[in-house]
């Protein structure tokens, strides 16, 4: 079957989304971007893939987040948006803000881990040929090297945007003296960090206890918040247990002896003021971190198209009385 010509919804920049400036840049991101960590590589078939994105675009999620290793095969979820570049997005690429990283493991010997320039220049090349692009909107050190010299890693980084492969670079989970010391370095060379991205959640505060988005804000970048949902213990999902095939039970990036009686009590206190707010805990999550100001923009994942329509719901109710305040902080902090 020869699947028609994709043409985008007419209305994707009229139906609710919200767009943020990243930092003191001109970049302005939408409230919510897809991630492809999971659910759009080798796991997953390339037509739920392509629905995803579609809908994901035609709502207005202009920002499609990457990095090199996601898959679940590395390469793969990269490969297959090189295929949504050749069969939907081409025409349209000048609205969008793609996304890929480098820093963890990717290929066996000393070359294909960490902060080496040779590890992040080789690792973009392929990228971009997996992705079938000739630059990405922006290019991250996906995590801080505390052996290579982080003038290495940081020059290879102003080196790539010189070279016209990446419009910007950003930094992921960078320590706060690291991150201090590279904001100041990329500044110097003209090539400032557009973004900082680091796990933050209702449950996960260290962005903010650790002093990192105050640090960011200052230095002009805009803040990407991953895991929004810590790994959807803010869902509904685990209200009455751990469900057959969920990620705790197979304990896939999220293991059984999180769900303490303490870590349910809390769940499901959470859930009744979302209840009360007419939300589901996901959307309260979501929503909450929208009302940080200093965050940009938040990636969501899905590994379906009710999970971004449900998602993208948060917007509407974004807004937080005091009360509501005090009380999630009394149950989500430890």
């Not at 010509?5 to 919200?18: H, K, L, V, W």
């Not at 995803?52 to 207005?60: E, L, N, V």
């Not at 400032?192 to 002009?220: H, K, W």
């Not at 971004?308 to 937080?320: P, T, V, W």
Request: hydrophobic share 40%; charged share 25%.
């Amino acid at each position: 079957m020869i699947e028609p010509i994709y043409q985008p919804a007419a209305s994707r920049y009229a139906d609710g989304m919200t767009y943020r400036r990243a930092g003191r840049s001109g970049v302005l991101l939408p409230a919510f971007s897809l991630g492809m960590w999971h659910n759009f590589g080798s796991g997953q078939t390339f037509s739920k893939v392509r629905q995803m994105a579609h809908y994901a675009f035609d709502r207005g999620i202009v920002h499609f987040d990457l990095a090199n290793n996601y898959g679940p095969a590395y390469g793969t979820a990269e490969e297959n948006f090189g295929r949504l570049m050749e069969q939907s997005f081409r025409p349209y690429r000048d609205e969008l803000f793609i996304s890929t990283k480098a820093g963890y493991d990717m290929w066996p010997g000393p070359y294909g881990n960490w902060g080496s320039r040779k590890y992040l220049m080789a690792s973009l090349d392929q990228s971009l040929r997996r992705m079938k692009l000739d630059y990405v909107d922006i290019f991250y050190s996906h995590r801080y090297d505390p052996e290579t010299p982080l003038e290495e890693t940081l020059q290879a980084l102003v080196d790539i945007v010189r070279a016209g492969k990446a419009l910007y670079v950003g930094l992921s989970r960078y320590p706060l003296a690291a991150a201090r010391f590279a904001f100041r370095y990329l500044a110097q060379r003209d090539v400032p960090c557009l973004l900082f991205q680091d796990r933050y959640n209702l449950f996960d505060r260290e962005p903010d206890t650790s002093g990192i988005l105050t640090l960011n804000a200052e230095a002009g970048a805009g803040f990407v918040a991953f895991s929004p949902l810590a790994q959807g213990l803010l869902t509904d999902r685990y209200l009455n247990g751990i469900p057959e095939g969920s990620r705790m039970a197979t304990e896939d990036s999220l293991r059984r002896d999180v769900l303490t009686d303490r870590m349910s009590e809390r769940i499901r206190g959470l859930h009744e003021i979302a209840r009360q707010r007419g939300q589901t805990l996901a959307e309260m999550a979501l929503a909450w971190l929208l009302r940080d100001k200093r965050v940009t923009s938040v990636i969501i994942g899905a590994s379906s198209v009710a999970q971004i329509e449900d998602n993208l719901r948060a917007l509407e109710h974004a807004s937080f009385s005091d009360d509501e305040l005090s009380r999630l902080d009394a149950l989500s902090r430890p």
